[in-house]
């Protein structure tokens, strides 16, 4: 049968795949949660080079069986007309587990999926772009599937990586009330300074360790990709559409941090006064990739037709990548909102964030208290400090809460 070819020819590329990713061993901070899943379909969405990849040929080199029993299917192998038939294929040949990579390049991949979940005793799993839409009226399979949606690279995950030590995680309770005394064992582990100046600018996706020489231009090269290839792939938009949404992008760099003018920045954009919908659209293509971050005040909805009260890039190694220029102030806030995204972060009334009924104000080490002044619950976050005492806590602490 034609489906028992391909079998064949994917797993001798899954061979090839399995050698090339032997030495990467370190498991990020959501593999034992989304491997351990009874779940006969679970799916792994995130932002390009988050590792991803990485995770799920770990999990299929480590999984109980032998080569046979186990597949692994890559969108970068282009001859598999219909997921379904060779996964069909697969289960008549004893298979057990199946994993799917990028999965949102696939044609119909709602409809392919539902049938293999109704159909086939088998279980998947699968990954693709943050952006991807699982309650699709063709297939919902948002009632089907257990969806993880995973980050980048915490500062404490950056940390173990590079010294190859094992480092504890910390809740917000945790460091809201025994900072101190956390900031004094965890120092004691690793110079401070040098490594979390090195992980703003470069540490927050895993493939920073290939090659660390090229890492900012191959980030330019994600970031492009994500907006010529998944976003397409994902929203019916023409090729105008994709140069817009990187004229954003640049027009988000130039800004400290971002808070939106939407007539001032129609007029950027060379758009009509009444495009503001459609400037909305584009920005929730950019915060669905992960390339933007949209925030909004307590006060407002978080509607994709409600303006967000202020906008920045994802994370702080995009304003290294992608931006000429980069303001302080602007990187340290983008860090904080990168390392508290499970939460419920909003912009503050007074100080800048709000998070599960705190208030936050984030600076510099000379920052005062200015801001939060009779404000209960109120914290100032500073930079360029290694501890800090009440309710002034160092920046960096944050990047230990994944």
Same mark, same amino acid.
């Given at each position: 049968?034609?489906?028992?070819?391909?079998?064949?020819?994917?797993?001798?590329?899954?061979?090839?795949?399995?050698?090339?990713?032997?030495?990467?061993?370190?498991?990020?901070?959501?593999?034992?949660?989304?491997? !351990?899943?009874?779940?006969?379909?679970?799916?792994?969405?995130?932002?390009?080079?988050?590792?991803?990849?990485?995770?799920?040929?770990?999990?299929? !080199?480590?999984?109980?069986?032998?080569?046979?029993?186990?597949?692994?299917?890559?969108?970068?192998?282009?001859?598999?007309?219909?997921?379904?038939? *060779?996964?069909?294929?697969?289960?008549?040949?004893?298979?057990?587990?199946?994993? *799917?990579?990028?999965?949102?390049?696939?044609?119909?991949?709602?409809?392919?999926?539902?049938?293999?979940?109704?159909?086939?005793?088998?279980?998947?799993?699968?990954?693709?772009?943050?952006?991807?839409?699982?309650?699709?009226?063709?297939?919902?399979?948002?009632?089907?599937?257990?969806?993880?949606?995973?980050?980048?690279?915490?500062?404490?995950?950056?940390?173990?990586?590079?010294?190859?030590?094992?480092?504890? &995680?910390?809740?917000?309770?945790? *460091?809201?009330?025994?900072?101190?005394?956390?900031?004094?064992?965890?120092?004691?582990?690793?110079?401070?300074?040098?490594?979390?100046?090195?992980?703003?600018?470069?540490?927050?996706?895993?493939?920073?360790?290939?090659?660390?020489?090229?890492?900012?231009?191959?980030?330019?090269?994600?970031?492009?990709?994500?907006?010529?290839?998944?976003?397409?792939?994902?929203?019916?938009?023409?090729?105008? &559409?994709?140069?817009?949404?990187?004229?954003?992008?640049?027009?988000?760099?130039?800004?400290?941090?971002?808070?939106?003018?939407?007539?001032?920045?129609?007029?950027?954009?060379?758009?009509?006064?009444?495009?503001?919908?459609?400037?909305?659209?584009? %920005?929730?293509?950019?915060?669905?990739?992960?390339?933007?971050?949209?925030?909004?005040?307590?006060?407002?909805?978080?509607?994709?037709?409600?303006?967000?009260?202020?906008?920045?890039?994802?994370?702080?190694?995009?304003?290294?990548?992608?931006?000429?220029?980069?303001?302080?102030? &602007?990187?340290?806030?983008?860090?904080?909102?990168?390392?508290?995204?499970?939460?419920?972060?909003?912009?503050?009334?007074?100080?800048?964030?709000?998070?599960?009924?705190?208030? %936050?104000?984030?600076?510099?080490?000379?920052?005062?208290?200015?801001?939060?002044?009779?404000?209960?619950?109120?914290?100032?976050?500073?930079?360029?400090?290694? *501890?800090?005492?009440?309710?002034?806590?160092?920046?960096?602490?944050?990047?230990?809460?994944?």
């Amino acid at each position: 049968m034609f489906e028992n070819e391909i079998l064949n020819e994917i797993f001798d590329y899954q061979k090839e795949i399995f050698s090339s990713y032997k030495n990467k061993n370190y498991k990020r901070y959501f593999f034992n949660q989304v491997f !351990n899943t009874s779940s006969k379909l679970t799916g792994i969405i995130g932002a390009r080079g988050v590792g991803k990849t990485t995770a799920l040929i770990q999990y299929l !080199n480590e999984y109980p069986a032998s080569f046979s029993k186990k597949l692994y299917i890559s969108a970068d192998f282009i001859m598999i007309d219909s997921l379904f038939e *060779i996964v069909k294929a697969f289960v008549k040949e004893g298979g057990e587990v199946v994993v *799917i990579d990028e999965i949102h390049k696939y044609s119909n991949f709602e409809i392919e999926l539902k049938k293999i979940y109704d159909i086939l005793n088998i279980k998947v799993f699968f990954s693709g772009s943050s952006a991807i839409k699982l309650d699709n009226a063709k297939a919902d399979l948002s009632r089907r599937a257990v969806i993880f949606e995973v980050r980048g690279l915490s500062f404490r995950e950056f940390l173990e990586m590079d010294l190859k030590k094992t480092l504890p &995680t910390f809740s917000l309770e945790d *460091i809201l009330k025994n900072h101190t005394d956390i900031a004094y064992e965890l120092l004691d582990k690793f110079l401070l300074k040098p490594k979390f100046k090195e992980y703003i600018q470069k540490g927050y996706y895993p493939f920073y360790f290939d090659d660390k020489e090229n890492y900012l231009k191959k980030l330019n090269e994600v970031v492009n990709t994500s907006i010529e290839v998944d976003i397409p792939s994902v929203f019916p938009i023409e090729y105008e &559409t994709v140069t817009k949404l990187k004229k954003i992008v640049r027009l988000i760099c130039e800004s400290y941090p971002f808070t939106l003018n939407m007539q001032e920045f129609l007029a950027k954009m060379q758009m009509s006064k009444n495009d503001y919908k459609r400037l909305y659209n584009y %920005f929730y293509y950019l915060q669905k990739s992960k390339i933007l971050r949209l925030l909004w005040s307590k006060y407002r909805g978080n509607d994709i037709l409600t303006k967000p009260e202020k906008i920045y890039l994802n994370n702080t190694n995009l304003h290294y990548a992608y931006c000429s220029t980069r303001e302080i102030g &602007t990187v340290r806030e983008v860090f904080f909102a990168s390392m508290l995204e499970n939460y419920k972060l909003q912009v503050a009334k007074k100080g800048d964030f709000t998070v599960n009924g705190y208030t %936050f104000e984030i600076g510099g080490k000379n920052k005062t208290k200015k801001q939060i002044k009779n404000i209960e619950n109120a914290f100032i976050v500073k930079d360029d400090i290694e *501890i800090g005492s009440k309710n002034v806590i160092p920046l960096w602490l944050f990047g230990f809460l994944y």
